[in-house]
């Protein structure tokens, strides 16, 4: 289209070999270097052009007009148009024969490689150059390319947005597929940060060389690779250039279920026969949001051959599309089309009505060339003229200042600026492809993404609206390992990603009520774990009650003991004044007697729920009589000794005999035990304590001895009160058999003495109620073995059951 000021566009209108979209063999032939689909950047340049020449606020008395050239991927050929538009067709560098340039500026994309190539050779003359392809930080290099703006917003959300999405479907196992250049090495950090800032692993990372021998064994481990790994999910990213040859050879293969996260520009067009057998890929664009530009597609709705004639790349377009002939002179018979034909009757992956990003991009470029023109022309009274008088042609390098300070809004809308640091980051809509049978296909947006919103708010996504794969609404599923459910705590495997881990059941007492739990989590003591080991329920309380068969037992044996204690004691009473009871030393039996009832009842205090007044008074009410029984029993051997080793006149013995000293032994010891008991109630008395760990799913209540140090002192001194009077008893034991006792006790304090070595290890390896039980167990026996002798000082009977008890 000529015009006072021209925009050149170097366009991908011709790419990689044969177009395949095309079902009839026979036009495949003819359809060898076409890809209908870019056509679009034609269209979207054209549209803008003719808006703006129609604009009377824009341009007064100047009319833009394009020159538009076909741009190859190959790098030898790339600056062939270039050149040609440059100098004519017999490209010499620096000459023309043809009319003279009065072109102002040039638009390049996709790839960011041609862009550079391209801008290279422009740099040359200072040729405004502006991009319409993914921002690229090569580009961005004022040193290498001054004259070169990019109109694509920021990609610095690029990372988090597509981290956003994996979390939404918690996919943590990704392979990433990366070009080779400057912007597929730049995102490969942002996204390893995010993705490790979040847990999400790398499957697998593979860099497409540009290479293309390189490339052809590159893909085949690809390939390879992605068959035998378990990731359904894949990242491809990187220049239009060398994905478009990955895309292509992944095109050749069925491959269901995996989903490809990936940007506009990677969306290629490949063959779409295997549509018929289901979806090869699920492919979920990032793409910039723009603002709908809805009167672009009644433009569109009107393109035909007979509006542009001149157009002989939409010509071709008519006769492969829409079954027109043509005569040998390759001219189109229009009669023979379909009247009302329509670029909307194509399918989605030959043309798309909507504007894509790269339109857009193509769109708010010539805004920004004609807002440059116009700035300038309004600060300039006097231009310099280039040509013959047939237009005033601008000079391109005049441009630059008002190109660099350039900021609008489009007819649309929204805020266009080329100025890379006031460049604000943009939000990305989320794309599915919907594919049908016979090779029909749809873009929707499905989802959003803000980098403004508020954290967790900033994805918002539709997952209805995707179609996964033809026939299954089922998510796919991308994880290293299955999440470990409730019970069960993570474990690293070795030399793995972290997404990598075994499940291993919680420890007792430990819960975990989420998945993928790091650790287990202790139930506190008043509550205990369940068998899934995914709640802390509360524990029961528990303690050696009257009513429950153990302590049942023990009370009714010590209720039955103190009663028979009390009847060999009413006996003693009865008969005081006979020889026998007279000869037993009365008063020491009398003692003995009662501190046995006491003893037999002491241990009741450690039966029912224990509180403060109970646990004071078991431990110290048991150590006082235990010793008042003890030195008794202690103070019986010793006058029996000195009875026996008094005979001789003159003795000493005799006069301890007399004196009553063996009286003064109980008074002595009690008071002992009395001052170590004073001392334990004054340091650290007993307390009412908790043992959550003996029984699973109670608590038991029992009381602490608060110091052991003092517990154990006390229980010392009446060992070697035991062991003093079995010493004492053991010298008495060859006495006449006619004055028995001493034997009796010798035995009974033998007896005595290994319940209490036994009592030690039993009680410390006993835990919870048990070990009150074994206390009380091991206070009625001590007790036990002192009665019998009592009884064989109550007749024949209770000679006959002193015997029973002693066997």
């Known amino acids: 289209m000529d015009g006072d000021v021209v925009i050149a566009g170097f366009f991908p209108l011709y790419t990689l070999g044969r177009d395949h979209s095309v079902s009839d063999t026979s036009k495949q032939e003819e359809n060898t270097q076409f890809v209908f689909k870019n056509y679009q950047f034609v269209l979207a340049l054209a549209f803008a052009v003719e808006e703006i020449n129609k604009n009377p606020n824009l341009l007064h008395n100047i009319t833009l007009g394009f020159d538009i050239y076909n741009v190859d991927f190959k790098a030898w050929s790339t600056l062939k148009n270039p050149f040609v538009w440059l100098s004519g067709q017999y490209k010499i560098p620096n000459y023309t024969c043809m009319r003279e340039i009065n072109s102002v500026a040039v638009l390049t994309g996709i790839s960011a490689i041609t862009s550079a190539q ?25 040193s290498k390319f001054p004259s070169l703006y990019q109109i694509a917003p920021k990609d610095t959300s690029l990372a988090i947005a597509m981290v956003s999405l994996m979390l939404h479907f918690s996919w943590n196992w990704v392979g990433l ?43 085949m481990i690809i390939h390879s690779q992605i068959t035998r790994s378990s990731a359904n999910v894949f990242i491809i990213y990187g220049d239009h250039e060398y994905l478009l040859n990955l895309t292509l050879y992944f095109g050749q293969f069925l491959m269901t279920g995996k989903v490809w996260l990936m940007t506009s520009q990677s969306d290629l067009t490949i063959s779409r026969r295997s549509f018929i057998l289901g979806s090869f890929h699920v492919p979920l664009m990032f793409s910039h949001h723009h603002s709908d530009i809805s009167w672009f597609k009644n433009y569109v709705r009107e393109v ?28 189109v018979t229009w009669e023979n ?51 013959n008088g047939k237009g005033m042609v601008l000079s391109p390098v005049q441009l630059h200042p008002f190109l660099k300070k350039i900021q609008f809004h489009n007819p649309a809308g929204d805020k266009v600026i080329l100025n890379e640091k006031e460049k604000l980051d943009t939000d990305y809509d989320i794309v599915n492809n919907w594919n049908f049978p016979e090779g029909l ?49 993570k474990s690293s495997q070795e030399e793995k990603a972290a997404c990598c881990f075994d499940c291993i059941p919680c420890p007792e007492n430990e819960i975990s009520n989420g998945t993928d739990m790091e650790q287990c989590v202790k139930c506190p003591d008043h509550l205990y774990a369940n068998s899934e080991r995914n709640q802390c329920v509360h524990r029961a309380e528990s303690f050696l009650a009257h009513g429950e068969p153990l302590g049942l037992v023990l009370a ?63 431990q110290i009410a048991f150590a006082v009589v235990f010793t008042v029984a003890v030195s008794t029993v202690l103070a019986k051997t010793v006058t029996v000794v000195l009875a026996f080793k008094a005979t001789s006149p003159g003795r000493m013995m005799k006069w301890l005999l007399v004196s009553g000293a063996p009286k003064f032994i109980i008074p002595i010891c009690t008071l002992i035990q009395v001052s170590l008991c004073g001392l334990w109630l004054g340091t650290s008395p007993p307390f009412i304590d908790t043992d959550a760990y003996s029984e699973h799913g109670n608590v038991i209540i029992l009381c602490n001895k608060g110091s052991f140090t003092a517990f154990y002192c006390v229980l010392g001194y009446l060992g070697t009160l035991a062991m003093a009077s079995f010493t004492v008893a053991f010298l008495a034991r060859n006495l006449p058999d006619t004055f028995n006792e001493a034997k009796f006790l010798t035995f009974s304090m033998l007896v005595f003495c290994s319940v209490w070595i036994t009592f030690l290890p039993v009680y410390h390896s006993a835990k919870g109620k048990v070990m009150v039980a074994v206390e009380v167990f091991c206070i009625l026996v001590w007790w036990l073995q002192l009665l019998p002798l009592q009884l064989g000082k109550v007749g024949t009977v209770g000679c006959g059951l002193r015997n029973f008890f002693y066997l």
Request: charged fraction near 15%; hydrophobic fraction near 45%.
């Open 441 to 489: 296909e749809f873009k929707v947006k499905v989802g959003l993404f803000s980098p403004y919103a508020p954290h967790g708010h900033q994805l918002s996504i539709s997952e209805d609206m995707i179609e996964w794969t033809i026939g299954t609404t089922e998510i796919p599923h991308s994880v290293c390992s299955e999440s470990c459910g409730s019970g069960f705590r």
């Open 556 to 618: 009714c044996m010590a209720l039955c003991l103190s009663t028979l204690t009390a009847l060999i004691l009413g006996v003693f009473v009865k008969y005081q004044d006979t020889p026998i009871v007279k000869a037993n030393n009365r008063a020491l039996s009398y003692i003995l007697l009662i501190s046995l009832i006491f003893c037999f009842f002491c241990s009741l205090l450690f039966i029912g729920r224990p509180n403060m007044v109970t646990c004071i008074l078991q």
């Open 118 to 142: 391209i801008g290279t050779l422009l740099e040359i003359y200072r040729f405004p150059q502006i991009t319409f392809g993914p921002l690229d930080p090569v580009l961005s290099e004022q």
């Open 337 to 387: 089309c379909p009247q009302d034909a329509s670029l909307e009757w194509l399918p989605g992956h030959i043309f798309d009505m909507a504007m894509s990003e790269e339109s857009y991009n193509i769109y708010n470029a010539v805004y920004a060339v004609a807002h440059a023109l116009h700035k300038m022309l309004l600060h300039q009274t006097e231009m310099p003229l280039m040509g």
């Open 304 to 331: 035909n051959p007979s509006k542009y004639p001149e157009d002989f790349y939409l010509a071709r377009l008519w006769v492969l599309s829409f079954n027109c002939s043509h005569s040998e002179s390759d001219c």
């Open 177 to 219: 597929l990366i070009s080779l250049d400057e912007s597929g090495l730049w995102i490969i950090p942002e996204l390893r940060e995010e993705m490790a800032k979040n847990r999400v692993c790398v499957a697998f990372e593979h860099v497409v060389s540009s290479n293309l021998l390189a490339q052809a064994l590159n893909f």
